[in-house]
Nanobody, 117 residues
Framework: VQLQACGRGLVQAGGSLRLSCAAS????????MSWYRQGPGKQRELVAT???????NYADFVQGRFTISRVDAKNTVYLQMNRLKPEDTAVYYC????????????WGQGTQVTVSN
């Protein structure tokens, strides 16, 4: 399974950015997908998850600002980030969660998002 994340960027606080993650080597429509992030000096944390059926869940710190979505026909998961804050600065990773096909969790390579004041 390969996950290719795109959309890295430098934006000002209050701005928007969309990340995408294209998957190959799996039956994408069966997979729950997630976005994680790791800020400077911090542990990696879950940002949002979307199930194979399209149900989304969010961490409290992004609720109402970020939207996770998927287009199974494109084997791609997205993260729309609005009203960005400097504390959103992090490397963002997409992840195929442990169910679906094939079994097991897989990580993308990460993409840098920097939010300036």
């Amino acid at each position: 399974v390969q996950l290719q994340a795109c959309g890295r960027g430098l934006v000002q606080a209050g701005g928007s950015l969309r990340l995408s993650c294209a998957a190959s080597g799996s039956i994408f429509s069966l997979n729950d997908m997630s976005w994680y992030r790791q800020g400077p000096g911090k542990q990696r944390e879950l940002v949002a998850t979307i199930t194979s059926r399209g149900t989304a869940n969010y961490a409290d710190f992004v609720q109402g600002r970020f939207t996770i979505s998927r287009v199974d026909a494109k084997n791609t998961v997205y993260l729309q980030m609005n009203r960005l804050k400097p504390e959103d600065t992090a490397v963002y990773y997409c992840r195929k969660d442990g169910g679906g096909w094939p079994r097991g969790a897989y990580w993308g390579q990460g993409t840098q998002v920097t939010v300036s004041n």
